[in-house]
Nanobody
Framework: VQLQASGGGLVQAGGALRLSCAASGSIFSPNFRAWYRQAPGKQREMVATSGATTNYADSVKGRFTIARDNAKSMLYLQMDNLKPEDTAVYYC?????????WGQGTQVTVSS
C-alpha cells in the first residue's frame, strides 16, 4: 500500500486547511486509517482515527474532522480554527491485515 498525503501549507491562526491522503495498491477491508503529526523535537502523536469508530486527540476535538471515501481510497482531515501549536508534519497511516503503512508527510505551519 502506498500513501500520498497533500494539502499542507502555511496558514494564519484561525484559518483552515484540508489534508488529503490517497491510498493505492492492494487495499483490503476492513482497514483502519488515521492521521498523526510530529512537531519538531516531539514524538509523533495521533490526531484522528477512522475505523469502526472515529476518535480524536483531545487537543483537536471540535476543530478537526476526519473523513474517508472508501470508493476512492481517500482519507481527509479538515482542520478548522488552526492554532500555532498545530504546526507539525502530518502523516497518514493505513493498517490492514496486521501491517502498518505510512505516507511521506505534509507540512502544516500555523503562524500567530
Amino acid at each position: 500500500v502506498q500513501l500520498q498525503a497533500s494539502g499542507g501549507g502555511l496558514v494564519q491562526a484561525g484559518g483552515a486547511l484540508r489534508l488529503s491522503c490517497a491510498a493505492s495498491g492492494s487495499i483490503f477491508s476492513p482497514n483502519f486509517r488515521a492521521w498523526y503529526r510530529q512537531a519538531p523535537g516531539k514524538q509523533r502523536e495521533m490526531v484522528a482515527t477512522s475505523g469502526a469508530t472515529t476518535n480524536y486527540a483531545d487537543s483537536v476535538k471540535g476543530r478537526f474532522t476526519i473523513a474517508r471515501d472508501n470508493a476512492k481510497s481517500m482519507l481527509y482531515l479538515q482542520m478548522d480554527n488552526l492554532k500555532p501549536e498545530d504546526t507539525a508534519v502530518y502523516y497518514c497511516n493505513h493498517r490492514q491485515r496486521g501491517f502498518h503503512y505510512w505516507g511521506q508527510g505534509t507540512q502544516v505551519t500555523v503562524s500567530s
